[in-house]
């Protein structure tokens, strides 16, 4: 029998892609199943992109390219940059990797020696701590619930620091809860990154287009702190603003040392980002800021009526998001109930009854943050209004959580 490194006996699976498992799996019996695991956009990719990634094939771009990317694609994010957030950064100081998650597991890996610890705050994107274990890190968590509107404090953040600390990794607007930290707030949370140079700053910014404020941008914590610039790692990718999961494509920029080491090490692991991905990235890039903004106005609309819907369901309380495409979900007032003979005790027993018995699949969060509050997240505006809409049982369910019939 082979036996498997420590490493791999303490990897944990991805409870998401475990959820969208099961979720096909109850649709391949033939449930009508409302699935909100997975965060992806239910438009296309954008015609600009998907154009340039049939033109890739046609034409041949399709051999290897360098392992941080090409060129052109790396000028192309240097100018999206300085356009957007108004910060200079040379081709050398990016690299284009297969999905910013990678870029993430690649920026922990060269920035992580044993023992290094990670602060992250709750409630954070699933795979952030199991990232840190694998560049055989320590993440410290720190609980960051409703007093603090799910965002780390500067006070949170000064006791969460120590001599172990080797990076702060956080998202806005963030998953799983549409929050996002204002330009107050993030000065606040670089005064105390000033007092500790070893720190370095890990930005994912997957879902800074996506924001409802009427901004072009979320507000970012270089805008108000560009000292910090020389330790801090930007991360974003296609997947969400241009709805390119599938085509695996993301980016870092950051100070050239970092984003060297994170290049050569992506060059003996994955090698290098698909070419036909990349050159459908600098289309989108291109030609995508119409569609963007069509996006946004989608997702306002939606937002607004997944609300008022979400607040016609008996107890749950809604956190109305800044950005992104989820709701976070208070169900405290639901916990200690019963249905058909179970208890309802976490807010992953309440997951669990919504996908076994009515057949919605969502994500459960109470493994991943504050033991004191249970919420759970809705993936995806493109469902809210039907996990809210019409009348409600005696359960306080809504109507599309009823038990749907087999197909035929």
């Known amino acids: 029998m082979i036996q498997l490194s420590k490493r791999a006996q303490n990897l944990k699976p991805s409870p998401t ?74 081709p050398k100081e990016i690299t284009v990797a297969s999905g910013a998650k990678y870029i993430i597991f690649s920026a922990l890996q060269m920035i992580c020696s044993p023992g290094d610890e990670v ?19 320590v993440p410290h968590i720190v609980e960051c619930g409703e007093m603090e509107n799910f965002k780390i404090t500067p006070e949170k953040l000064e006791a969460a620091i120590n001599a172990k600390t080797k990076g702060f990794l956080f998202c806005s607007p963030s998953n799983p809860t549409g929050l996002q930290y204002s330009a107050d707030e993030l000065k606040a949370l670089a005064e105390v990154l000033r007092k500790h140079p070893q720190v370095v700053i890990i930005s994912d910014d997957i879902y800074n287009r996506l924001v409802f404020d009427g901004a072009r941008v979320a507000p970012h914590i270089l805008t108000v702190a560009p000292d910090l610039k020389d330790r801090t790692v930007l991360v974003n990718g296609g997947s969400k603003a241009y709805s390119m999961t599938g085509w695996r ?19 003996q692991s994955t090698g290098s980002p698909s070419s036909i991905s990349q050159h459908a990235l600098l289309a989108a890039i291109k030609t995508s800021e119409a569609d963007i903004k069509g996006v946004v106005d989608k997702l306002v609309a939606r937002k607004n009526s997944g609300l008022k819907e979400l607040e016609t369901v008996p107890g749950f309380k809604t956190a109305e998001p800044q950005g992104a495409f989820y709701f976070w979900v208070d169900i405290r007032a639901h916990l200690g109930k019963s249905y058909q003979d179970r208890v309802i005790r976490t807010s992953k027993d309440f997951c669990d009854v919504l996908l076994e018995k009515f057949f919605c699949g969502d994500r459960s969060r109470s493994r991943m943050w504050n033991r004191r509050v249970h919420a759970f997240k809705l993936c995806g505006f493109r469902r809210d209004h039907e996990a809210g809409s019409g009348p409600h049982e005696r359960s306080g369910q809504p109507a599309c959580l009823r038990p749907k019939k087999k197909r035929p």
């Open 249 to 267: 494509i993301g980016w870092a920029s950051g100070p050239e040392r970092l984003i060297t080491a994170m290049a050569d090490y992506q060059s």
């Open 119 to 137: 602060v992250i705050a709750t409630p954070y994107w699933v795979s952030y701590p199991a990232m840190v274990e694998l560049a055989d890190g």
């Open 17 to 90: 892609l475990f959820l969208v498992a099961k979720a096909k799996e109850l649709a391949a019996q033939g449930h009508d199943v409302i699935s909100l695991t997975v965060g992806e956009p239910d438009w296309p990719t954008f015609k600009g992109a998907s154009d340039a990634g049939i033109e890739a094939i046609q034409k041949g771009i399709t051999k290897y390219t360098p392992a941080n990317g090409t060129v052109e694609l790396r000028k192309s994010i240097s100018e999206k940059l300085k356009s957007e957030l108004g910060f200079e950064y040379s």
